[in-house]
């Protein structure tokens, strides 16, 4: 072979550049071309790619496409969701007792929050009174848990009584059986 056939291309449009001695241009030239031939460039190019992942190429920075812990998971599908409160509002009707002490939470149970009001229902109308006179500090003890101005009222009720209106003729505003007495 001549001198003049090794600097004419062995392809017609190709041109040959000289390279580096170092090889970093092959080796970019290289990372181009395979860079070109993935499967999700591949795709691309016929049309058909991923919504949400064409043109992002992995790094060495975590990103939101990388494993993620469990609690990482739930706390995004909590915050998601706007169940934050809710998820603390039960933790403190689990806790109950230890909130309120134990004497106070043998006779009285919470059972719903709704809008900052929580209802606490009673075993008596004695506990009822005692309770109403105990809101301030148990509201407070509540917002230094929840966060303040979590809960801005309680409200007591007493113990679900029977209902003395039996059959169809009942009288409003009647005392139950003791009308008919005297």
């Not at 806790?95 to 002490?101: A, C, N, S």
């Not at 929840?146 to 169809?168: C, E, F, N, Q, Y």
Request: charged share 30%.
């Amino acid at each position: 072979m001549s001198e003049q056939d090794e600097t004419e291309p062995s392809e017609p449009g190709v041109v040959h550049q000289p390279h580096s001695d170092d090889g970093l241009d092959l080796a970019r030239a290289l990372t181009r071309a395979v860079a070109g031939s993935t499967p999700r460039r591949r795709a691309k190019a016929r049309g058909r790619s991923r919504p949400g992942v064409a043109g992002r190429v992995s790094g060495a920075h975590p990103d939101d496409r990388d494993p993620q812990t469990l609690d990482t998971t739930l706390a995004r599908l909590v915050d998601d969701h706007g169940w934050a409160l809710d998820l603390r509002m039960r933790g403190v009707f689990a806790r109950w007792p230890e909130l309120v002490g134990p004497e106070v939470a043998a006779h009285c149970t919470p059972e719903t929050f709704t809008d900052g009001k929580l209802l606490v229902r009673t075993d008596s109308t004695a506990w009822a009174t005692q309770l109403t006179l105990l809101a301030p500090t148990v509201v407070r003890r509540l917002n230094e848990e929840l966060g303040p101005g979590t809960v801005i009222a309680m409200d007591v009720a007493g113990p679900h009584l029977p209902s003395w209106k039996k059959g169809r003729r009942s009288t409003r505003d009647g005392r139950g059986p003791r009308d008919t007495y005297g």
